[in-house]
Nanobody, 120 residues
Framework: QVQLVESGGGLVHPGGSQRLSCAASRNIFGITVFSIKDLGWYRQAPGNQRELVAAISPDGSTNYTDYVQGRFTISRDNAKTMVYLQMNNLKPEDTAVYYC?????????WGQGPQVTVSS
């Protein structure tokens, strides 16, 4: 009923930029979740816990982890029911699989997630 599909990712050099996109399913369920729930970008590196790195509320307020603050920007397009993560000045430590989900997350909403690899 609700599906969040991420796109983007790839290999980026340190200091480079990458933009991720998350599209909510365009039905009443996806639209409702998009409208009433905080949405966020999570990431998980091999052997590590999945962590929330950026979140955005329906009213547009945002929160970031200290590590990505100033480098990442989360945004939303209500008309397209999409959420984006603009990542600038990427570091090798940002290498991970990135996921879009609600905040708090709903296990049913996890997608496959794009891989972001930051390497020289």
């Amino acid at each position: 009923q609700v599906q969040l599909v991420e796109s983007g990712g790839g290999l980026v050099h340190p200091g480079g930029s990458q933009r991720l996109s998350c599209a909510a399913s365009r039905n009443i369920f996806g639209i409702t979740v998009f409208s009433i729930k905080d949405l966020g970008w999570y990431r998980q590196a091999p052997g590590n816990q999945r962590e929330l790195v950026a979140a955005i509320s329906p009213d547009g307020s945002t929160n970031y982890t200290d590590y990505v603050q100033g480098r990442f920007t989360i945004s939303r397009d209500n008309a397209k029911t999409m959420v984006y993560l603009q990542m600038n000045n990427l570091k090798p430590e940002d290498t991970a699989v990135y996921y879009c989900n609600t905040v708090p997350y709903n296990y049913r909403y996890w997608g496959q997630g794009p891989q972001v690899t930051v390497s020289s």
